[in-house]
């Protein structure tokens, strides 16, 4: 079965601090996992379904449109930063796997990238909270919103992430 990206690498570009320049295979599947985790998990199995069903036969209109580009892309183009940014500096080839350094700039310390992290995050938080927000005063226009059974997953209604319990 095909998958699809709900952003493409220009929405990535044109909405956060990433580089034109960065190679596509650096990130996509941080946009793939953002998608797969964040965004199914707020709108839900069913929903998520039928967005990428309409994305893949080109079909996506109207009411799903506007939920897309509106909402979704950008709590999924933030969340993916937040998955990327931790990685960012990282190869991992044949030999192991490698930091990258340039000649004329600074490695940035765990610390600049934990905020940066958590930058991204306040903001694809925003963006999920305004989704919760408009989806609650709009249900019936998403049928799919509530129609999830048995394992599929339900949407969450907390736009925070509260760390990790053990």
Known sequence: MAKALFIKKADLVKNTAISGNVDTDKFIQFIK?????????YLGTDLY??????IIAGTLSGNYLSLVTTYVQ???????????????S??????????HTSENSEI???EEID??????????EYYTRRFIDYMSFNQSL?????SNTNDD???????????WVL
Do not use: C, W
Not at 90 to 99: L, Q, T
Not at 153 to 163: A, L, N, V, W
């Open 33 to 41: 996992i953002a998608q797969e985790i964040h965004i199914r998990n």
């Open 49 to 54: 379904n039928k967005i990428s069903a309409d």
């Open 74 to 88: 950008p709590m999924l183009i933030h969340y993916a930063m937040v998955d990327y940014l931790p990685f960012a």
């Open 90 to 99: 990282f190869s991992i080839k044949n030999g192991g796997v490698y930091k």
């Open 108 to 110: 940035a310390s765990k």
């Open 115 to 124: 905020y940066l992290v958590q930058k991204e995050r306040d903001i694809a």
């Open 142 to 146: 998403f049928p799919e919103y509530y």
């Open 153 to 163: 997953i339900y949407p969450d209604k907390d736009s925070t992430f509260q760390g």
